[in-house]
């Protein structure tokens, strides 16, 4: 079966320091992966996707970025955070193709806490 | 611009007792409809889903929804609810008038009494 993991699950970092979170998935391959952003009292906020190594689509301008070097992990990093980078961050993956049963199904991980302080 | 909108931020109710959480999206074409709930400091977890066929869809834990397509609503219920069931809930869309993107509710929250 497919796993997603997602760490770290708790981070608090000052302002202007860098950020680097990681997000693994098994059991599938070249699937679709994505970061979602949920802020304090506000619904999901989709900040990059990708739909294989490399390729990388930003929804949203921001400070944030997206790499995947490889097949299953996708990273969201930062140079410099700000305070309005906090929030809940998680990570998800879809199947590609497969049909309507599998292919629009988004399965998320276990999310992290970024506090930026 | 294509959104969905859950009408109730907090639904409060007592235990045992029927709810109902309330969900309209915009769009006039075909779409996936999604359900999924997150526990307090966890992620999300899928609920239910309505990818075609019969317009009532059961799902975990008890909760069921009905797609109305006239209406294009998309209500999650369930008959009798537990103090386990306090969470937040989450109405998603799916489509290509969407871009193919998960497109979330802003979410309401579940508030069990005893």
């Known amino acids: 079966s497919q796993t997603i993991h997602q760490w770290p699950a708790t981070l608090v970092q000052p302002v202007g320091s860098p950020l680097s979170l990681e997000c693994t998935v098994e059991g599938t391959s070249n699937p679709n992966l994505y970061w979602y952003r949920q802020a304090a009292g506000r619904g999901l906020q989709l900040l990059f996707y990708s739909v294989g190594i490399g390729q990388i689509s930003s929804e949203v301008p921001q400070n944030l970025s997206a790499s995947r070097p490889q097949d299953r992990q996708f990273i969201l990093s930062s140079k410099k955070l700000l305070l309005s980078d906090s929030g809940f961050y998680l990570c998800?993956?879809?199947?590609?193709?497969?049909?309507?049963?599998?292919?629009?199904?988004?399965?998320f991980g276990e999310g992290s806490w970024l506090t930026v302080v | 611009a294509q959104s969905v909108t859950q009408l109730d931020s907090q639904v409060p109710v007592f235990e045992e007792a029927p709810v109902e959480l309330r969900c309209n999206y915009s769009s006039s074409v075909s779409v996936y409809l999604f359900w999924y709930v997150q526990y307090p400091n966890q992620g999300l977890q899928l609920l239910l889903k309505y990818l075609s066929g019969s317009t009532l869809v059961k799902g975990i834990n008890g909760f069921e929804a009905e797609f109305n397509k006239s209406q294009t609503s998309f209500h999650l219920r369930k008959p009798s609810v537990h103090i386990s069931d306090t969470a937040e809930y989450f109405c998603a869309v799916r489509g290509s008038q969407y871009g193919n993107k998960l497109v979330f509710g802003a979410g309401t929250i579940l508030r069990v009494k005893s």
């Open positions: 998800a993956w879809s199947q590609v193709g497969g049909g309507k049963s599998s292919g629009n199904t988004i399965y």
